[in-house]
């Protein structure tokens, strides 16, 4: 088990970065804009690549920091209606909903992965002057839900702990 604890820690290691890759992926978003604006109203001289590669990376940045987002509680949550239940009912319909979305990711971690191995047997590239090709690109979407799978079911081997030790009430 000392390499899963090996890779365990890698891993977070790594989820620790996405959010910087993700903060320097904004600046660079928002450097580029600026440049744009100042090329095409200062000088005249509008861009071709700025609106493409911006576009890019505003769908990379999601999917980088999501899974590090719902490993701190970040994402919203509704509870109004678990409030009305048990606490041990509420730890098993916690569990059912981690189960749910840790099923969810798989599914589009599958399809993720076939739409960009289809693009890349096809040699599809966009409809963009940078004529890119569009399979690297798009598997940020897998990645990115292969990292939240991870976390569900990281965090759904805590919801079952904490489900088993409570007791129901009488």
């Given at each position: 088990m ?13 989820l ?6 993700a903060?320097l992926l904004?600046?660079?978003t ?7 604006v ?13 609106t ?5 990376t505003?769908?990379?940045i999601p ?5 590090w ?5 970040g994402h919203?949550r ?6 009305q239940?048990?606490?041990k009912k ?5 569990v059912?909903?981690?189960?749910v ?22 040699g599809?590239r966009?409809?963009?002057?940078l004529?890119?090709?569009?399979w ?10 292969l ?11 805590e919801a ?11």
């Open positions: 000392k390499w899963l604890t090996r890779i365990t820690a890698l891993y977070d290691r790594f620790d970065w996405t959010p910087v890759l903060c904004l600046y660079f928002t450097a580029a804009v600026c440049y744009e100042v090329m095409r109203y200062f000088f005249n001289l509008p861009t071709s690549w700025v493409e590669i911006t576009s890019l505003l769908l990379w999917f980088l920091v999501a899974a987002v719902f490993r701190r509680n919203v509704m509870d109004l209606l678990l409030t239940f048990s606490e509420q730890a098993l319909i916690h059912v909903t981690l189960l979305t840790a099923l969810t990711c798989a599914v589009l971690i599958v399809y993720g992965v076939k739409m960009a191995w289809q693009m890349f047997q096809d599809y966009t409809e963009t002057l004529r890119l090709f569009k690297p690109l798009l598997l940020i979407i897998p990645f990115g839900f990292m939240l799978l991870v976390e569900f079911l990281r965090k759904t081997a079952v702990k904490k489900w088993r030790t409570l007791r129901p009430r009488i």
